[in-house]
């Protein structure tokens, strides 16, 4: 529009619409300014139709034949540059629903054994333990007991995943960033790894803090670290390290499992991707979508290599907090 208006002189040049034959046009864009009642004498609006329901309107010195010739095809321009951003919004909007679509079909085909099962237990559980006509033994009330402990344990996990999921597909995760020392989101990581697993932890005391969000933080640890027992805790001692490389954080969780083939890594952080589906009972395979997701809004990168001597690793790198953030006195002065 702003081309067209320099090249006539004109005083304003609109883009008009309307809903059906015999409707009046209104405004859809305007360069320039002025109205019909402000124009000077002698003005004229010349139209050049873009379909039956687009227009383009000049307002100024009457046209000539040629220049006629090239409004139209300036409302020929127009209405192709249109067509093609509403195509393109149309196909950006096919991709949302499909992605979604397909979101909702794993969600569904994962609910009907990963949520069901654990509320099975739950649900069998109880009602032996409710059973007036059987006396169950002090070992067995405690077996029953166990199982619905270990039950409740994976709905938690499998709802706090979902619930997760949720809030970055919609947007929703906000980071508090501020000075984090690696110990205090490491150590409420550990709660859940079970005691028969030896988890090595390797960061050094001159570390200085990074710049994140400790509850995100934690949830990525958490995600990495359960990852990291499923698949290689039967293989060795877990490994968490720290160290500065780069310019940024580079902290390492490590196992001594099976390890997973290059080609398949980048797999494993999509939604509802368990390692192969191997392990019916692995979840619904969101922790480390979740995980990555948090990472990239800390503005930190997460990615899958291979351990040294057989294994996974999975490399998170946070950047290092400076004095330009809120850190307490004694913050800065281990940063300096």
Request: aromatic letters at 4%; hydrophobic letters at 45%.
């Amino acid at each position: 529009l702003g081309q067209l208006r320099e090249a006539f002189g004109a005083a304003r040049v609109e883009l008009q619409r309307r809903d059906a034959p015999g409707d009046p046009w209104r405004q859809l864009a305007v360069v320039g300014s002025g109205t019909r009642e402000s124009d000077p004498p002698g003005s004229e609006a010349a139209a050049a139709a873009i379909d039956e329901g687009r227009q383009l309107v000049v307002f100024g010195s009457p046209l000539a034949a040629a220049d006629r010739r090239i409004l139209a095809a300036f409302a020929v321009q127009i209405g192709v540059a249109l067509d093609t951003a509403r195509l393109a919004e149309e196909a950006a909007n096919a991709r949302t629903l499909e992605q979604a679509d397909a979101v909702r079909t794993a969600l569904l085909a994962s609910v009907g054994h990963d949520l069901r099962t654990p509320l099975a237990g739950i649900k069998a559980a109880v009602s032996s333990l409710r059973q007036t006509d059987i006396t169950w033994s002090p070992e067995d009330e405690a077996e029953l007991l166990a199982t619905v402990e270990e039950s409740a344990d994976r709905l938690d996990v499998l709802v706090r995943d979902l619930l997760d999921m949720t809030r970055l597909q919609t947007g929703a995760v906000e980071p508090k960033l501020r000075a984090v020392w690696l110990d205090e989101v490491i150590a409420p990581a550990l709660v859940d790894v079970p005691a028969e697993i030896e988890v090595r932890r390797e960061v050094p005391e001159t570390l200085p803090p990074v710049l994140a969000d400790p509850v995100l933080l934690e949830r990525i640890l958490a995600n990495l670290i359960s990852n990291a027992v499923r698949y290689g805790g039967a293989a060795g001692p877990i490994t968490v390290r720290a160290e500065i490389l780069r310019g940024a954080c580079e902290l390492r969780v490590i196992d001594r499992g099976p390890g997973v083939p290059e080609a398949e890594r980048e797999s494993m952080f999509a939604p509802f991707q368990r390692l192969g589906d191997r392990d019916a009972t692995a979840g619904i395979g969101l922790g480390l979508a979740v995980a990555r997701g948090f990472a990239a809004a800390l503005q930190a990168t997460l990615e899958a290599d291979d351990t040294p001597g057989g294994g996974l690793t999975m490399l998170l790198r946070l950047p290092v907090a400076s004095g330009t953030f809120d850190l307490t006195d004694e913050d800065a002065e281990a940063v300096a």
